[in-house]
């Protein structure tokens, strides 16, 4: 069967390469856990395969002939998630390929539809655990040899590097309408230069009535003057201008809705293809064309002469001159009007080129709404401070990062899984949204630079791409957790108000140290964000705080010692670190501190 995404939902094209990367990577590991615990059998090994490489397949033909693929693929998700539970089941739960398969199909559902999903996958994936071990019983090994755990690793980059590719693809049409309004926008530039290089006149009936009198002045007359252009698109010469004060109004209306076809019998069209000019002292009625006819009857004329507009000898249309009386012109009144014909042809051609222009700003000022709009809304997936550097064309965007000396903050909400499982999702969304909002204002008011919100947690750094200096950064960090500790004693009375307890209290964790910072991630997609061991100890720094508390190291406390007050907390072993960690509670700012010991004395 031969495939052809382009023609079929999005869906499966994003949904196929995941899936059968991650079954092929969950088998292998499978199949190594397998090999170390002496449990390979033929069902089994017949198992992985069908897992690995039946499955995607199947999938990959039933939704791609399914008159609903989307409504298919979200089914699969659901059937994804109880084969990766039998195989977490038949590995007896062993570490590490068990968190490699639960982070795939967590990253899967999540990429697809979002938290509902994922719950609702976590749960299919609980009832395949249950049933394996129904199957054959529980004998749980945890340990892992290096190989599978080294594969089990592997598998989980691939499978989140694959993930995220798939999703570029689908949100590559946004980038697609960006590039073609700056090309718009560039061609109107580059208009905008040919319309100020011309001194002419921009309107055509000023244009003609130049031309009008200056001809019946020096060289002949005439009663009616018409100006037709070809209309590349229509393929169709159409009247641009008619200029006679005879005609009714009526008659007026008629002659500018004459179009001629390209393929048509006229004289008007014979003079464009040609290129030569059309003189007829007196117009034979009866053996003209039915459309020359036509445009006769309304001007009511029986003599006229044609000429073709040419800009560097293309005609670009017919300017034509009639009279009522029969026109006897020497050569040389022809060739004179000839020649005026061809100063005014690059005028007159401005002038379409105005009109076109003008249209053009019409449809790209309402273009450059809807980029503006869209703006206004990217601007809120990354940092201010990298926004505007990025629309000011204060930096470069490519991927790579630089080490710097960077202040780090971490907080989370205490306890806030245990709040997700006794709220509503709607109660809880409006709480998390308050909190979340009420704390990135904070954040924007002392400069820091918001890096991520994972969950209730939210992670923010000082030093990049603004700074203050290093140690104005680290006070700069410490005030806002002051602030933002004050902000969350008046949360409370809006979250009493949502039946939400007034106890939750947020720890919070500080440390300064250097990290690499910058645009992580491939030229199709990147993350501008920091990595380093100091972001890994600011994290262990808020996890080992007691509620409410505000955890520093010795680094960040020389450095804020001077603007805010800070106690010995002792010695902290934090995970991946072999040394422990001397670490400092911030208690409050140096001038509330120094009040608060005033009134105790």
Not at 41 to 48: A, D, E, H, K
Request: charged share 20%.
């Amino acid at each position: 069967m031969k495939i052809n995404f382009q023609q079929k939902h999005p869906i499966i094209l994003l949904n196929y390469f995941p899936r059968i990367c991650g079954d092929l990577f969950m088998c292998i590991v499978s199949l190594s856990v397998l090999l170390a615990q002496d449990r390979l059998t033929l069902f089994t090994g017949i198992f992985l395969f069908c897992i690995g490489l039946v499955w995607p397949n199947l999938a990959l033909y039933l939704s791609y002939n399914s008159s609903h693929p989307k409504y298919i693929e979200m089914n699969f998700i659901y059937v994804d998630g109880f084969l990766i539970g039998l195989l977490i089941a038949l590995i007896n739960l062993a570490l590490w390929p068990t968190v490699g398969f639960v982070m795939c199909i967590m990253v899967g559902s999540l990429s697809l539809n979002g938290i509902r999903m994922w719950a609702l996958t976590m749960f299919v994936v609980s009832c395949g655990i249950v049933t394996m071990f129904l199957l054959h019983g529980v004998d749980l090994h945890y340990a892992t040899d290096p190989r599978t755990t080294l594969l089990s690793m592997l598998g989980m980059f691939s499978f989140t590097f694959v993930t995220g590719y798939m999703t570029f693809l689908r949100n590559q049409s946004g980038k697609k309408t960006r590039t073609h309004l700056i090309a718009a926008l560039n061609e109107l530039e580059h208009i905008n230069k040919v319309l100020h290089a011309s001194s002419s006149s921009l309107r055509l009936d000023n244009v003609t009535r130049i031309l009008i009198d200056s001809l019946r002045k020096n060289v002949f007359n005439f009663d009616t003057l018409t100006v037709q252009i070809f209309d590349v698109e229509s393929n169709q010469l159409v009247y641009k201008l008619v200029d006679d004060q005879l005609i009714s109004p009526g008659s007026y209306d008629s002659l500018r809705a004459v179009k001629i076809d390209f393929n048509a019998t006229s004289q008007a069209m014979d003079v464009l293809k040609t290129n030569k000019i059309c003189y007829i002292k007196e117009l034979q009625f009866t053996e003209c064309e039915p459309v020359d006819r036509e445009i006769l009857s309304l001007v009511m004329s029986c003599s006229v002469i044609m000429f073709p507009l040419l800009i560097k000898n293309k005609a670009i249309g017919v300017i034509s001159f009639y009279s009522r009386k029969p026109m006897i012109l020497s050569q040389l009144q022809i060739e004179t009007v000839d020649n005026y014909i061809k100063q005014v042809s690059l005028i007159i051609n401005n002038t379409i080129l105005h009109d076109q222009v003008r249209n053009k700003r019409l449809e790209i000022s309402e273009k450059n709404k809807q980029l503006k709009s869209i703006s206004v809304h990217l601007a809120k997936y990354i940092p201010p401070q990298l926004f505007d550097k990025i629309m000011n064309g204060e930096v470069d965007i490519h991927v790579g990062a630089q080490k710097k000396l960077l202040t780090i903050f971490f907080s989370d909400i205490v306890s806030f899984t245990e709040l997700s499982d006794r709220l509503d999702s709607d109660v809880l969304t409006k709480m998390l949204n308050i909190y979340l909002d009420s704390m990135t204002k904070i954040a924007l008011k002392h400069g820091g630079t918001i890096d991520k919100y994972i969950g209730d947690a939210i992670m923010i750094f000082f030093g990049d791409p603004n700074t203050s200096g290093v140690k104005e950064d680290a006070n700069k960090c410490a005030m806002m957790a002051l602030e933002m500790k004050q902000k969350l004693s008046e949360l409370k009375s809006h979250w009493r108000d949502l039946g939400i307890p007034d106890d939750l209290q947020v720890r919070m964790g500080i440390h300064t140290g250097y990290c690499a910072v910058g645009n992580f991630g491939s030229e199709f997609r990147m993350d501008y964000t920091i990595i380093g061991s100091a972001v890994n100890l600011a994290s262990r720094l808020m996890t080992s705080g007691a509620p409410g508390e505000i955890i520093t190291s010795n680094e960040t406390s020389l450095l804020i010692c001077n603007l805010v007050h800070c106690e010995e907390n002792g010695m902290v072993r934090a995970k991946g670190f072999a040394q422990p960690i001397k670490t400092f509670k911030i208690l409050g700012s140096s001038a509330v501190s120094a009040n608060t010991a005033l009134e105790q004395h």
